[in-house]
């Protein structure tokens, strides 16, 4: 398949955040039920970050040495417009679910106490659920448009 | 609102320019090869300002190049 260097780095890059945040998340949902981050998860999240940034910066010199690097041109940078787009409306809506899904555990919180809380460790992998997701379309919209074309 | 088509000329044009390629194409209007593939294969429409780069670079008219299709009857 014949791709540009744009393209490239935009499949590398949505290959690693897959398989870095899959290995993530298969982890913390297994810890759903405790309440706060303690040494062994937040120590996760914190690999998963730098894993992320390391695969990213190999991927990208080995791209770089094989083939070579290319400036965006306009049709790269329209493509990059319409999938932020398209991931905006994502996140929004993803967003959007999230705070009603707080506003309701808040008020049957209070209506039983003790017994519904929102885990600030659900929380906060929630959120970071909806913002992978979020990214991963971004990356998957603009393979999309490179293959189908803008017309 | 009826969206017209643009067509072009651009492999014809390339086959007459000695048979200038893609890449070469490219590098004159400053674009990507990959580019000149989608707007040869009608994917994509350029800026204006390309459009233009891309006639110059053959030394023809805009229309040379790229032709409007009215969809209306």
Redesign the interface.
């Known amino acids: 398949m ?6 490239k780095s935009t499949l590398g890059s949505l290959l690693a955040m897959l398989v870095v945040y899959a290995y993530y998340f298969a982890n913390a949902f297994r810890h759903l039920g405790q309440s706060q981050f303690d040494g062994g998860t937040l120590g996760r999240l914190i690999f998963t970050v730098i894993a992320i940034i390391v695969i990213e910066i190999v991927y990208h010199i080995a791209l770089a040495i094989r083939s070579k690097p ?1 400036p965006k ?4 940078i329209l493509i990059e417009c319409k999938a932020y787009r398209t991931a905006y409306f994502a996140m929004f809506s993803g967003m959007s679910l999230v705070i009603a899904w707080l506003i309701v555990a808040g008020v049957a919180s209070v209506a039983a106490p003790g017994r519904i809380s929102v885990a600030p460790f659900l929380m906060v992998n929630i959120i970071l659920l909806v913002l992978v997701l979020t990214e991963l379309l971004h990356f998957a919209a603009q393979l999309f448009y ?1 293959r ?4 | 609102m009826n969206k017209g088509r643009i067509t072009n000329n651009i492999r014809r044009l390339r086959f007459n320019s000695s048979e200038m390629t893609q890449q070469e194409l490219a590098e004159k209007v ?6 000149v ?2 707007i040869e ?7 204006l300002e ?1 459009a233009f780069r891309i006639a110059h670079a053959f030394g023809v008219p805009l229309e040379g190049v790229f032709q409007y299709e009215s969809s209306d009857p």
Do not use: C, F, H, N
């Open positions: 014949d791709m540009s260097y744009q393209e290319e041109d306009e049709r790269d490179y189908r074309g803008l017309r | 400053g674009v990507t090869r990959q580019t593939i989608a294969g009608d994917k994509y429409s350029p800026s390309v």
